[in-house]
């Protein structure tokens, strides 16, 4: 069992939460970085890592699936307030699916990223980005703002973004996906090891439609190693070393008692 740290969760999500903590520390993880997603989410992430100090640390962000325009100014101002108490703003970043532009375009979803932004760079906190379809775009704005550490979760983007990604020191998380999902296991396999990270993205459903369907919990991140570790032709011990220290790093967490 090696010391991990689940970069991304939504842990407001998850039922039972005590449970999956337990079973998290069981599993090896000594930190899970507990993300939020709108007003509501938010406030919860700061109630849970107040719970379980030491062990959750909050990520204040806006996730572009809830930007309800009436909401945006909100939000941008409770995560202001309360940056302090967080390791990093996230979820934050873009999503050019049909069903989300349907509710913000691309252009909404631009312009409150640059604010979330300018908030990560005036705070020096480091940035957890969605990015799916506008992977370039999203690396393009983070690049704007010159911000000096930034994590693009479960990247299935293409290779030269990542080569961009990987220039400007940032990261990239690997999933329980990574045993299946072709883009993401090229990125992960492409990624120099000391810019990867581990993550869940609890509760999110894995494999749909496959028989090894399942619902994440934060000791997944034990998939995400394994399966990091068969890619990648690497022990287990070197990918959770390498990973546990990006993370310890990234976001500025307490070293795991030994």
Do not use: C
């Not at 962000?61 to 809830?66: A, E, F, K, Q, V």
Request: net charge negative; hydrophobic share 45%.
């Amino acid at each position: 069992m090696y010391p991990l740290v689940d970069t991304h969760a939504h842990l407001d999500e998850i039922d039972d939460l005590d449970r999956a903590v337990s079973e998290a520390r069981s599993a090896g993880v000594v930190a899970i970085v507990a993300v939020g997603a709108d007003y509501e989410s938010n406030n919860k992430v700061l109630e849970i890592a107040q719970a379980h100090q030491g062990f959750v640390y909050p990520a204040l962000g806006l996730h572009p699936w809830n930007l309800k325009p009436a909401e945006i100014e909100r939000n941008l101002e409770f995560i202001e307030a309360h940056l302090d108490k967080a390791v990093a703003i996230g979820e934050i970043g873009l999503d050019y699916h049909k069903r989300v532009r349907a509710v913000a375009e691309k252009n909404t979803q631009q312009s409150v990223l640059r604010q979330l932004l300018a908030l990560a760079r005036k705070y020096n906190k480091s940035a957890s980005i969605h990015s799916r379809y506008a992977w370039r775009d999203a690396l393009d704005l983070v690049q704007e703002f010159r911000l000096e550490k930034a994590v693009f979760h479960w990247f299935t983007g293409p290779s030269s973004v990542l080569r961009d990604i990987t220039s400007q020191g940032y990261f990239i998380s690997a999933t329980p996906a990574v045993e299946y999902h072709e883009e993401h296991r090229r990125a992960v396999k492409e990624i120099p090891l000391e810019r990867l990270l581990l993550e869940t993205d609890s509760p999110v459903v894995y494999g749909r439609g496959r028989d090894f369907e399942f619902e994440a919990r934060p000791a997944a991140v034990l998939r995400a190693l394994k399966g990091t570790a068969i890619l990648r032709d690497a022990s287990e011990k070197q990918i959770a070393g390498a990973t546990t220290e990006n993370a310890l790093k990234l976001f500025n967490l307490a070293p795991p008692v030994a």
